[in-house]
């Protein structure tokens, strides 16, 4: 499908997109697959994935975007399902940097992010 099909506009303008990956260790992240897919095939019973956020900043405005769809650093204060879910051990995503202190790192004043979205 062409952009043009779904009614959207051609414009100049762009946008930069930075890729953070709140979990810095994939590999220790364990979380039942059957939560997000069934059937699940033999031996891939636990999910290990990276959990991404994205800073969309528009190149004329410079207005940012946040779309945080990484797991907090402090699990236990999340969503109550979600709190749930890691206290009964059945979901581990360790993390070490949340996304704004990688942000901080990266040079980003948190402060000119001019909206969020979690999920």
Request: hydrophobic content about 45%; some cysteine; aromatic content about 10%.
């Amino acid at each position: 499908m062409f952009f043009h099909d779904l009614g959207i506009p051609a414009s100049d303008f762009t946008v930069s997109v930075k890729v953070y990956n709140v979990l810095q260790d994939v590999l220790a992240v364990s979380v039942p697959a059957t939560m997000f897919m069934k059937p699940v095939l033999s031996g891939n019973e636990t999910l290990r994935c990276p959990a991404f956020a994205f800073v969309v900043e528009h190149a004329t405005t410079g207005q940012r975007l946040l779309f945080d769809l990484g797991p907090r650093k402090d699990p236990l204060n999340a969503a109550p399902r979600t709190a749930e879910f890691i206290r009964s051990g059945m979901v581990y995503m360790p993390v070490s940097r949340d996304i704004i202190e990688q942000l901080e790192e990266d040079g980003v004043d948190v402060s000119s992010i001019n909206a969020a979205i979690w999920r």
